[in-house]
């Protein structure tokens, strides 16, 4: 038997050789030497779960973030037994794991090598708090590219950066500041156009290092718990955010009101006060759908209280806010106040909810109000009675959506800003320090929010927004980007921020519009906007100590503008809402980058700024003051000019105008794009008709589709919602539009206005289902080549 310490590099220590080989269905079990287990677990073809144990032992098998429904299903696999290594092989892989140190090697069934070990899994044994520090370093083949891993604010590719995930209040944070608040633990790697995906599931500190130590290795590692990595394999990119997406799961349909816009400052108080601003909206004419009431509308920042003094009756106000389209949304942390004469601390005090120390007092942390304790939401006793905390609020008065906040959980003027490491936690029966809980809190917490609103609020679709994440948080809610900064630094770190928690299965989420700190400049305010109308989350939202930052603050020109892309937004609805079912549906990233868009184009390798919203429509924010427009790359394929409707060929740099109202923005050829009338919030008007801008196309065809429901509720889960799907083929003198339409769901218009783009011949004939109808009839407007038709039609001819 050979002992560890024959096996020791500088502290680490390494696997010896296989001993044992057994297999019990899709798992596999490697055993050494030295007492490590590799447990290499088979979920699909391309999902492949790595698992270390050291000393013969494996943990408890717990993780909050794979969902139920991820883990599902059993793929076909061989394992061969040669001389030098076992190989596995599926119907997308082969894993080869070398007899003499179970090193690993991931290749296709063409042997390409996708993901290989350098000195693979190794780890220092922890004398202070016991078990391991587990590491994992792999092989970085030159030209490499790495992106993911959640909300970190630098650049796209993450090639030659350290990453650290600890979740943290980082107040007014900067470009490449790490960590931040949340933890993702998932990477993508790309070579040769070929993409991979490790998620490493351990909520533990996480570090990752990307060639920044050793020019070709990159590799993770976590203070505490086990080597435990899930492998994806693409080769596209899309198809590992998808399956990554499949394993940590996906969110419910939000209500369609959600992805309006929304309106938030620290804080409007009293009730005249955020009366004055929906007023405001509504007289200006900026859609909005949702208002905050911040931090100050509860009584000393007591959770779950009013402020009687500000608010004498918050169900009549969340009422006559709602008559007007307004949903109230309020904001709950979790710091508890320690007060004998509180309800909820007394309650959770009596049922020993809250946090404790190592050695038994509790957890006492200053936060907004004061000394505080705090619910163990890792504990599923707390969280149902947190999630019962919500009847007043959500069924009583009227509240629609809550805003979990200081959930790293932030505690003020104390080092590291948060729990100290001794902190004890449940983790759902399996009792843990701080250390193992801290990254996961967050999440708990929204997720115990999530299922008090839903309950309460049922059958509303239940709406909560939280700052602290690790993978999962998706299924329960969506989530901003922290404190940022008024600069022009932060709307290009909002823009990568977006990009990167789409492609890290977050895609519900958005930055505070016009930057949280300090005091943007109208144009700042307005460049602001045009990015934010397309990102998945859309608020508004300041620290309020600086002055006002409505739209109406920055005079007539910036109200024009914030109206004109507001307006678009809501316009798009029907767009956008498509791209959230087809999240909640297939995991697809609502935000592609141009890489995950089209990684064969080694243009797109670096690129930031650039985006596509949906599947087809490219945008690129202006990120500079005094611009009258940016230079951008527009990916490969042809494409549209949005406000000038040139056309354009992409592969290349270009020179795009865009005036202070403008945003450089492109349509996909062959594309249709659905809108909405312009509505002051959703459900203003019953929706008469659907616009259906039909972008021309010559040559292969191009499919859109258009998903729609009853905006709210879940009657869509028993078919009640209408997908329809659009196959566009032009020819030179001919456009083809058909038309198939799935599910139950009866839409309130009975038409639709078709707008044909780009045609490059004179309309002469059209035929809906095969019958020639009188051009007239179907209203049709040659100067704007517009036709409305009835909406069931299958086939459209329109021909010259
Ligand atoms: C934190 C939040 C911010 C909020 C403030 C007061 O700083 O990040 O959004 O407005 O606390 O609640």
Known sequence: MITNTELEIKGNLFPGK??????????????????VILQVTILRGSVIRFRYATDNNFENDFSYAISETGVRGYSVLEVEDHNEEYVIITKKLKIHIAKANINVVIKDTADNVICKDDWGFHWEQSYEYGGNIVKMSKNAPQGECYYGLGDKPMHLNLKGKRIENWATDQYAFGKDQDPLYKSVPFYIGMHEERAYGIFFDNTFRTFFDFCHERRNVTSFWAQGGEMNYYFFYGPDMQGVVTRYTDLTGKPELPPLWALGYHQCKWSYYPESKVKEVANKFRELQIPCDA??????????????????????????MVAELAEDGFKTIVIIDPGIKIDQEYGVFKEALDNDYFCKRADGPYMRGKVWPGECFFPDFTNPEVREWWAGLFKELIDEIGVKGVWNDMNEPAVMEVPGKTFPNDVRHDYDGNPCSHRKAHNIYGTQMARATYEGIKQFGYPKRPFVITRSAYSGAQRYTSSWTGDNIATWEHLWIANIQAQRMSMSGMSFTGSDIGGFAEQPTGELYARWIQLGVFHPFCRTHSSGDHGDQEPWTFGKEVIDVTRKFVELRYQLLPYLYTMFWDYVEQGIPMLKSLVLYDQEDIQTHYRTDEFIFGNQI?????????????????????????????????????????????????????????????QQYVGEKKIDQLTLEVYYKLGDKEVSKVYEDAEDGYDYSKGRYSLRTFTFTGKEQEIIIQQHKNGTFITDYETMEIELIGIPFVIKQIEIDNVTVVLKDVHFDPKKNTIVVPKGFTELHIEA
Not at 302 to 313: A, G, Q
């Open 618 to 678: 490219l945008v690129c924010p202006v990120q500079e003051p005094n611009s009258k427009g940016r230079r951008m790359y527009i990916p490969r394929g042809n494409w549209f000019n949005y406000w000038t409707r040139e056309y354009v060929n992409g592969g290349g740099e270009q020179w795009v105008d865009a005036d202070l109202d403008s945003i450089p923005m492109f349509i996909k050829e062959g594309a249709i794009i659905p809108k909405y009338p312009i």
């Open 291 to 316: 208002i905050y009431l911040d931090i100050d509308y509860m009584e000393g920042f007591r959770c779950f209280t009013w402020n009687k003094e500000y608010f004498p009756d918050p169900k009549r």
């Open 18 to 35: 296989i001993i044992s080989f057994s297999q019990n269905v899709d798992k596999i079990n490697f055993t050494t030497e030295n007492g």
